[in-house]
């Protein structure tokens, strides 16, 4: 076709075969708009610096044709290497190296005066038990964990000592615990729209994610929860994310952290919204206008 779009859906093959689904819709989605979105396999990438400028290659495709990439994987210098050889990437590299580091997650959104727990960043090299300003339990995260892995609730010093000689390597932050936990809220935000809101709750577990067994149900946003959403995305201006927020007591909004490469399952099973033809249509609106 002349003058067609041509993009690279791109994932690890690990994470590609658990989400089958959402890859056909996506490239079925393009196809209807007449954009040629090909799965490209992270692990198959070859990327440096080749006679003094940016290198990007892959063994089969030709980096050359294609315009845009859709990075569906947790990689900041990868999708910065993509923006260098030219390539247009979803979500940008800013948006992929704060949203998946949640310590500059929390410094980002701070700086916005948006409410969040007490936060404290935290690694092996740097504990101190008498340092910790606040009582147990706590929640100790590791700043690149995704989907409510690498997230536990800790009720002394020597359980985060002991977490942390399983990962010497890794930084942390420790925040202070919900008053009211198993409860959360994702919110679905494509460019400036709001797209969905989840809310996920569980009985048995601080952690109300969905692929951990949490329950949801459709939420729909007050008017001050939409201004609090707007303010972090009109900042961030990222192409497609999940927001989440802890619900008080009182059922307010608290910053909990924003997924980078967001899972829509929880979005599919709650509503009519097909996050997939929407992503790619922002997509080519996006490419249009340069």
């Not at 809220?185 to 949490?214: C, D, H, M, Q």
Request: some cysteine; charged content about 20%.
């Amino acid at each position: 076709m002349s003058g067609q779009l041509n993009g690279w859906l791109v994932y690890k093959k690990d994470n590609a075969a658990k989400n089958e689904g959402f890859i056909r819709m996506l490239t079925e989605e393009a196809a209807l708009i007449g954009i040629n979105l090909a799965l490209v396999f992270e692990e198959d990438l070859i990327l440096g610096i080749k006679q003094n400028q940016p290198y990007l290659s892959h063994p089969k495709l030709d980096v050359a044709n294609i315009r845009f990439a859709i990075v569906r994987t947790i990689n900041p210098l990868l999708s910065k290497q993509f923006e260098y050889c030219g390539i247009r990437c979803f979500n940008s590299s800013f948006v992929s190296h704060v949203c998946n580091d949640k310590a500059l997650t929390q410094q980002y959104v701070t700086q916005l005066g948006i409410k969040s727990l007490d936060t404290y960043f935290l690694s092996n090299e740097n504990f101190n038990p008498k340092n910790l300003p606040s009582s147990f339990p706590m929640v100790l995260k590791q700043v690149d964990g995704h989907g409510g892995n690498e997230v536990y609730l800790v009720h002394s010093s020597a359980e985060i000592r002991s977490i942390f000689l399983d990962f010497p390597n890794k930084r942390f932050i420790l925040q202070e615990f919900s008053d009211n936990p198993g409860k959360d809220l994702r919110v679905f935000v494509i460019g400036t729209n709001i797209i969905g809101a989840v809310l996920r709750e569980s009985t048995t577990s601080f952690k109300a994610n969905y692929t951990l067994g949490g329950q949801i149900s459709p939420y729909h946003l007050t008017y001050t929860e939409i201004t609090i959403v707007k303010k972090i995305i009109s900042n961030l201006q990222a192409d497609f994310i999940g927001i989440d927020f802890l619900l008080s007591k009182d059922n307010e909004l608290i910053f909990n952290e924003i997924e980078d490469v967001v899972g829509c399952r929880s979005l599919y099973s709650t509503s009519e919204v097909n996050a997939a033809r929407l992503y790619v249509e922002h997509i080519n609106k996006a490419m249009k206008m340069g």
